[in-house]
T-cell receptor, first 112, second 113 residues
Framework: GESVGLHLPTLSVQEGDNSIINCAYS??????FIWYKQESGKGPQFIID?????DKRQGQRVTVLLNKTVKHLSLQIAATQPGDSAVYFC???????????FGKGTMLLVSP | SQTIHQWPATLVQPVGSPLSLECTVE??????LYWYRQAAGRGLQLLFY??????ISSEVPQNLSASRPQDRQFILSSKKLLLSDSGFYLC????????????FGPGTRLTVL
């Protein structure tokens, strides 16, 4: 079953705004997390990952924050662009497992 | 660099017909391979995964099966399709290592009529 869930199913922002997509996970033993972006009709695209020994990791225009105390993960997108419009999934993993557990996804809509 | 291919990209099949979807990975050896299904507007449901040739783990009992005849080839099959088999089928691979980052193929859109 799924142990990862998202707070907001749809997030609408204006171009240029910063976006924050949230994810809650229930398995305190999870130690690796990934964010994926899925555009309509395409396969999910790996965006960024974070290991449980970190609380923040930055990529190009994206930052992932991990709060293990409250079992919360967030993806921040700076200066959101129309091309960022997609569904974003978080996924969790325990190192001893070969499979990922995916959240249900959040739709990000960016208006020009 | 590694690439993952899926075909066909789209498929329309009648109920009761057989199915064969193929996934191949290039540029890596002995990857873990995965089949997922995604219903419209939904999340990803893991169907099968494989850690090596001939090794298949099934996550969901159903009328689908998977095979791995070669190291970088993963096939999803059915003898008789049901209407409920319609969906977006995704193949993914993961390199051997500690962390389970998976990389997805472009997907196959299956419509069963």
């Amino acid at each position: 079953g799924e142990s990862v869930g998202l707070h907001l199913p749809t997030l609408s922002v204006q171009e240029g705004d910063n976006s924050i997509i949230n994810c809650a996970y229930s398995n305190s033993a999870s130690d690796y997390f990934i964010w994926y972006k899925q555009e309509s009709g395409k396969g999910p695209q790996f965006i960024i990952d974070i290991r449980s020994n970190m609380d923040k990791r930055q990529g190009q225009r994206v930052t992932v924050l991990l709060n293990k105390t409250v079992k919360h993960l967030s993806l921040q997108i700076a200066a959101t662009q129309p091309g960022d419009s997609a569904v974003y999934f978080c996924a969790e993993n325990m190192l001893s497992y070969s499979t990922l557990t995916f959240g249900k996804g959040t739709m990000l809509l960016v208006s020009p | 660099s590694q690439t993952i291919h899926q075909w066909p990209a789209t498929l329309v099949q009648p109920v009761g017909s057989p199915l064969s979807l193929e996934c191949t990975v290039e540029g890596t050896s002995n990857p873990n391979l995965y089949w997922y299904r995604q219903a419209a507007g939904r999340g990803l449901q893991l169907l099968f995964y494989s850690v090596g040739i001939g090794q298949i783990s099934s996550e969901v009992p159903q009328n689908l099966s998977a095979s791995r005849p070669q190291d970088r080839q993963f096939i999803l099959s059915s003898k008789k399709l049901l209407l409920s088999d319609s969906g977006f089928y995704l193949c993914a691979w993961r390199r051997l290592g500690i962390y389970n980052e998976q990389f997805f193929g472009p997907g196959t859109r299956l419509t069963v009529l």
